[in-house]
């Protein structure tokens, strides 16, 4: 059974950092598409605002393009999200999500949330002074 457990949201202040976790178990980490999504309050869900592919390919929207950064570390199973120059409107619940595929970025970069096969449960991140 895959699961998918996210942790390392919290409070931090318009510019501050946070760097989010998302561990992967049950499943062959290395041969996964790996996104963050998020869902403010009152909004749809957003994204995938990042995507780590399995070649190692990653994908940035352009609203947290250069100010977030995906990483995974195979052996650990999981997948990192930095956060860096918060913004209030970065206010949201933070979801990893994972597609069962080798299919290099420019692929999965097309799919929405629908592409996705599982998800975690979300982390609370709250940017506010």
Avoid: H, M
Avoid at 22 to 45: D, M, T, Y
Avoid at 72 to 94: F, G, H, I, S
Wanted: glycine share 12%; proline share 4%.
């Amino acid at each position: 059974q895959v699961q998918l457990v996210e942790s390392g949201g919290g409070l931090a202040q318009p510019g501050g950092s946070l760097r989010l976790s998302c561990a992967a178990s049950g499943v062959a980490f290395e041969n996964l598409a790996i996104a963050w999504f998020r869902q403010a309050p009152g909004k749809e869900r957003e994204g995938p605002l990042c995507i780590k592919a399995s070649d190692g390919g990653t994908y940035y929207a352009d609203s947290v393009k250069g100010r977030f950064t995906i990483s995974r570390d195979n052996a650990k199973n999981t997948v990192y999200l930095q956060l860096t120059n918060l913004k209030p409107e970065d206010t949201a619940d933070y979801y990893c999500a994972v597609r069962l595929s080798t299919e290099p970025v420019i692929v999965v970069q097309d799919f929405g949330a629908d592409g996705f096969d599982y998800w975690g449960q979300g982390t609370q991140v709250t940017v506010s002074s």
